[in-house]
């Protein structure tokens, strides 16, 4: 597990690296607007309810981070339970109904008369 976890981190400097990289790639391709978007990204002049709003997504973003994966893996688990059961059940009807087949083909030659 603490392999795994290592991965994840590794994982996640990558997709940083690609988000800084994205944007000053946005940021030499219009030139204009990147003042504009500094002005916006200057949280001396954020109100309350933008403090707010970006905790709140701060925070469910680390517990999407953090729980993500195992709740991913629990419900794959039990997706798969669920195939296997639907399996099972589906060769059984399947079973019982080539036995009952056989057991008909068999009492039709109890009955024949020669």
Known sequence: MNGYRRY???F??????LAILFLVLM???LPRQTPRVAA???VRYWSRWTWFAFNLVAVLT???????PDLLQAWQSRQSEKRS??????KR??????????????ESRNRRVW
């Open 12 to 17: 996640a400097w990558l997709e940083l690296l």
């Open 85 to 90: 059961v639907v399996d099972k059940v589906s």
């Open 27 to 29: 940021i030499q391709l």
């Open 62 to 68: 680390m517990i999407a981070i953090r729980f993500g």
């Open 93 to 106: 009807v399947e079973l019982d109904e080539r036995r009952k087949m056989l057991e008909r083909i068999k």
């Open 8 to 10: 994840r981190l590794g």
């Open 40 to 42: 916006m990204l200057d």
